[in-house]
Structures are given as structure tokens and as C-alpha cells.
């Protein structure tokens, strides 16, 4: 590449990486990159750095300020997007605690439920076998009185008789 090439906006010298292949740009494909890159940008809703130029023919150049500024704006949409992004995992984290806390309340409200109604069966149980026992012991109350009303009878039978 001669120095012709390398004269890019005016600058008086270019820096290209010097990493090689896996570069998304490299002193190859450098023009297909900026145009890659303006469509991008584009596409984002920034100033695309390529601008026509004003003789009208097909040529583009870069505008390094509009791609400084577009450059800027993307990184200050990429660290709104983290910071975005950083919120919903905080809000996420806070949710799953909530979760938890509320299950394992749910578990214990559960097993407060379990217990009340196990002392509820019980105590119907007592109020059941204490029905039953204050019935048997009406129906002995009852047998009581009639043996002693039917003795007092014969009791009297017996006075009467012999006070005769």
C-alpha cells in the first residue's frame, strides 16, 4: 500500500491494528468495514460516517468527526444498556429472594394450618367422646330415677300396707 492509499480524510497518517485475521477491519478490507460500519450505525438511528461527496459521482468519504460522535453515542447507548440491563438482574436477584421468602412463609403458614387442624379434629374428637359420655350417663340418670321412683312405690305400697 503506498502512501496515496494510506492518506485517508486528510489525516497525515492512518494507524491500522496490527493483529491480523481476526480483525473485523484490517489495511484489506478497511473501506467494506466503514461501509459495514455505517449501516450499522444507521440502523442504530446514528449519522452515518460516509458522506457523498458534493460533485455528485459515487465516491464516499468518512467524516471522522460524525464517526468520533456516532462512536461516542454507541458507547454511551452501550453503557445505558448495561446499566439497563445490571437493573433488571438486581430486580431479577430481588424477585427470586421474594420468591423464596414467600414460599418458604407459604410452607410455614401451611404447616400452621396442618397443626390447627389436627388440634380442631382432636378437640372435635373430646367434645364427641364427652357427648357420648354425658348421654350414657343421662340414660343411667334416667334408669336411676325410674329404680328409685319405682322403689319409693313399692316403699309405699309396703307402708301403706302395713299401716293398715
Known sequence: MDQGDRNFLGCSQDVFSPHGQDDFCTRDNWQTAVLYLAQEMEMFGLAS?????????????????????SSWKLTQMYR??????????????RAASDRE????????????????????????????????????????LKAAKEEIRKLMSVLLQRETKYSH
Not at 468519504?61 to 468520533?68: A, E, F, K, N, P
Open 80 to 93: 445505558q444498556c448495561h446499566r439497563r440491563f445490571e437493573d433488571m438482574e438486581t430486580a431479577s436477584r
Open 49 to 69: 460516517p460516509c458522506t457523498k461527496t458534493e460533485a455528485g459521482d459515487s465516491q464516499s468519504s468518512l467524516d471522522v468527526i460524525t464517526l468520533v460522535n
Open 101 to 140: 421468602r414467600l414460599m418458604t412463609s407459604t410452607a410455614k403458614q401451611r404447616e400452621e394450618i396442618e397443626q390447627r387442624e389436627r388440634l380442631i379434629a382432636e378437640t372435635k374428637e373430646q367434645e364427641r367422646q364427652a357427648s357420648e359420655l354425658l348421654e350414657a350417663g343421662n340414660v343411667k
